[in-house]
């Protein structure tokens, strides 16, 4: 299993980017696919979900900012920050999830500052 982050970097407040996470080594159209972030000194957090068929939830946080989304052609999940604030700052990892094991990417970093 081999998860690929991409798509960060740095942002004004209000400014938008889209993280896209490259997968392999899975059936990705049959995985439920999340979204985390870990800003410094903080605990790991869920930012977004979405199911095979499309479903998708999201923190608090997200809700009406963010959007996740898939490409089961292309095997990538991406998230689409609008709105971004300084309090979004982490570095956000793609997970997969399957049969107890845990696969994470190597994270992307985000930072939204002026």
């Known amino acids: 299993v081999q998860l690929v982050e991409s798509g960060g970097g740095l942002v004004q407040p209000g400014g938008s980017l889209r993280l896209s996470c490259a997968a392999s080594g899975f059936t990705f159209s049959s995985s439920t696919m999340r979204w985390f972030r870990q800003a410094p000194g903080k605990q790991r957090e869920l930012v977004a979900v979405?199911?095979?068929?499309?479903?998708?939830n999201y923190a608090d946080s997200a809700k009406g900012r963010f959007t996740i989304s898939r490409d089961n052609a292309k095997n990538t999940v991406y998230l689409q920050m609008n709105s971004l604030k300084p309090e979004d700052t982490a570095v956000y990892y793609c997970?997969?999830?399957?049969?107890?094991?845990?696969?994470w990417g190597q994270g992307t970093q985000v930072t939204v500052s002026t």
């Open positions: 979405i199911t095979s068929g499309g479903s998708t």
């Open positions: 997970y997969f999830g399957w049969l107890g094991y845990d696969y």
